[in-house]
């Protein structure tokens, strides 16, 4: 009788927490971060963020990003290609100068060879920054925005350029094979893109 008492009031696992997609982050607070890291000499961060935002991986396979990934010898790649981790499909992705420049800096800055991993982790057993430190660093990121913790995970940084694009170009086949998506339809339903545009629509519409 207690068992089927306490099963009744049971509360939901997601109540009072948001759940759903991540937000992307707005331009404003991209260069924001950007800034307050440089300032600070924070290289290695500077390097994972930039990197994040550019090649709009998964968590899992930003961390497991090797130095010869993005450089060969001494020359910095200005595209690369890796296999994603979930799918077991290539993804292609740039390279912009501004990430080349911060990679080349914490490359040298931390004496990282060819085949080592390009964000080595600061934990004994752990070979690379694990996808959990990754999310805690870019909670510390959220917080120094001023931005609600609650609404940005990993996930953020894979969407925010990939939302941009669209946003500006409209075109969904780009951001599919960008995001190394297998259909179109996974596509729509990471962006959110029907509701956003549904709402751009209304908003438009004057009675």
Partial sequence: MGNASNAAHREPWNKGKIVGQKLPFKLKDIWALRVRLQMEGRVRELALFNLGIDSKLRGCDLVALKVRDVCHGEQMATRTVVMQHKTQRPVQF??????????Q????????????FLFPSRLHGSPHLGTRQYARIL????????????????HSMRRTKATLIYRRTKNLRAVQLLLGHAKLES???YLGIEVDDALEISEQTEI
């Fill in 139 to 154: 909670g510390h990121w959220v917080n120094e925005l001023g931005l609600d913790r609650a609404d940005y995970g990993t």
């Fill in 187 to 189: 596509t729509v339903r």
């Fill in 94 to 103: 740039e390279i912009t100068q501004a990430t080349r420049d911060t990679l």
């Fill in 105 to 116: 800096a914490w490359i040298k800055q931390a004496g990282l060879k060819s085949d080592e």
